[in-house]
């Protein structure tokens, strides 16, 4: 079995960066050829009994050039990092925003490229 070093671990990084957003700051101005951003929202959702917080289903991936949004007074940012967010249409809310490097994509398009295709293999070998 093939072990993979995956730059999914920067998604896993977000765990570092949970906010909510009645505790969100202003967003600092990023690198974007040599930096990662990631950060949880947790403000529709409810933590069980043991803090975890189980997103409802249905939510969708979404790959964006850029990241546009808006701080709390209204000010809007533009950051040209290609973006990745989970998407809860339901929610109108994005739970997940991620904002990642040219070098970070690319690296990860290539990990999730060879994963997808042993899973391929696998399925069609008997």
Known sequence: ???YSIP???LLACIVTVTTALHSKEPEVPDPVNSFDCAL???PYRANEHGAY????????KVMPRYLGR???GKQIVDDRITLVLQDAKNSFWPVITKMSLEEAESLQKE???IISEKKKATVEP
């Open 54 to 61: 189980f997103l409802p289903a249905g939510m969708k991936w």
């Open 71 to 73: 701080t709390e007074d």
């Open 1 to 3: 079995m093939r072990t």
């Open 112 to 114: 999730l490229s060879a």
């Open 8 to 10: 999914l671990f920067s």
């Open 41 to 43: 929202y947790t403000k």
